[in-house]
């Protein structure tokens, strides 16, 4: 990528901005983000099909803020992370340089929001078939069957909370998890504090998950909670129509039509 | 072995359903006493976790019911109540939290007849379902281990 290199490298020459987010090499075979500071040290980014983590949940970061002004490598899902983080007010045109890489790894540059979302008109949502058939596997169980898999399923998770550290959306500054007055949520790895943390996961980012996998990627015990989300986006196209982050529209649980369809109130 | 009372939790609001349910009481219809009635201000006020909480607590059954479609004291907040609930029902069905144990309901403050009928239906399907035995064994697991 010699092109993101010395478009990096350029932008901290003349000090458009202070910090490059970008990939670099990690252990083994793995990527990790690094945060660059010198034109010097960009010839250390790498892009390349590896570079799954999702480095918008580091705009958000006060650490990174007072760093000065970023420019982030982002591929399509960070892209669409961007997007929704914009749509909700938490981050500013003038604050960040997006480095858009497309698929075939190509430099974009984008010169506003506006921008990324016409970009991603062409790059929509969609659910692997894989994860498709699975949701519909797990949906066509007996409820009692469909408890017990998400039980044990779940049963592993000891609330480390990578998943929320991963995600781009979980940027409150005081997590319910964090409410112990009265205690929301058994802390301890309990079956019960497992479940609800995950429901509560999930509520909080119906109508504004992005579908980008991070949670899942970093769960250190492989519980597959993005089928939770995934399963979501499908009741939101399903209920609200077409969906993805938007500039224009209004999140799906901050918003309302008079004339919302369900079929369950008597 | 005595039959099984099932336990209701109702979340109500307090303009619309907790004003039925008090008209259901001045008009002396008679109904279930198996639920406990939660008031609060409005339906948008009713957080999803706070129904878990019912679940978790050992109820068998939840009843959720505000004010009619454009009838909302705060103009919009049963509208919002209503997207959540579409929501939360889809997830707990995706979870396998049986959906069929949590009744939502628009009654208004002239309802009285409506909130009695919504409360015997509810309960009687919950006794034909039981107690819910499943999400008990979760939220009680650390009791269970304690006794071994």
């Keep these: 990528m010699n092109e993101l290199i010395k478009k990096a490298a350029e932008l901290l020459e003349s000090n458009v901005v202070q910090i490059v987010i970008g990939y670099g090499k990690g252990s083994a075979e793995r990527t990790r983000t690094i945060f660059i500071t010198e034109a010097s040290g960009c010839d250390q980014l790498i892009f390349d099909s590896r570079c799954i983590q999702n480095l918008a949940v580091y705009l958000t970061k006060a650490e990174i803020k007072k760093l000065g002004k970023p420019a982030i490598v982002a591929p399509v899902p960070v892209l669409r992370s961007i997007l929704q983080l914009a749509s909700e007010n938490q981050l500013t045109e003038d604050g960040l340089v997006v480095l858009g890489v497309t698929p075939e790894s190509t430099l974009i540059e984008f010169e506003s929001f506006a921008a990324i979302e016409t970009y991603l008109a062409s790059h929509k949502i969609e659910i692997d078939e894989k994860y498709q058939k699975i949701i519909e596997g797990i949906k066509s169980m007996p409820v009692e069957e469909r408890f017990a898999y998400w039980v044990k399923e779940l049963e592993p998770c000891f609330k480390c909370y990578a998943c929320r550290a991963a995600c781009p959306l979980c940027y409150c500054t005081r997590c319910t998890v964090e409410n112990n007055q009265p205690q929301w949520i058994k802390s301890a790895s309990h079956p019960l504090g497992n479940l609800e943390w995950h429901v509560m996961r999930a509520m909080h980012h119906a109508g504004r998950c992005t579908d980008c996998d991070a949670c899942y990627e970093a769960c250190p015990m492989g519980i597959p909670i993005h089928l939770l989300t995934k399963s979501m986006l499908q009741d939101v196209t399903e209920n609200f129509g077409p969906y993805g982050p938007s500039l224009n529209k209004d999140n799906t649980l901050s918003s309302f039509k008079p004339e919302d369809k369900e079929s369950f109130i008597k | ?148």
């Design chain 2, 1 to 148: 072995m005595t039959e099984f009372e099932p336990k209701i939790v109702a979340f109500v609001c307090n303009w619309c359903t907790y004003a039925g349910a008090d008209l259901t009481g001045t008009s002396r219809i008679k109904y279930a006493t198996n639920v406990k009635i939660i008031r609060f201000p409005c339906t948008g006020r009713i957080d999803f976790m706070l129904l878990l909480k019912a679940f978790g607590e050992g109820a068998d059954g939840i009843i959720v019911s505000g004010c009619h479609p454009n009838d909302c004291h705060y103009t919009s907040g049963n509208f919002h109540a209503r997207r959540r609930w579409i929501m939360f029902r889809g997830l707990l069905d995706m979870l396998g939290i049986d959906v069929r144990r949590i009744q939502y309901s628009w009654v208004s403050a002239a309802e009285g007849a409506k909130w009695a009928d919504i409360v015997n239906t509810t309960v009687n399907a919950i006794r034909d379902l039981g107690p819910y035995t499943d999400y008990a064994k979760v939220a009680g697991y650390l009791e269970k281990e304690a006794e071994v």
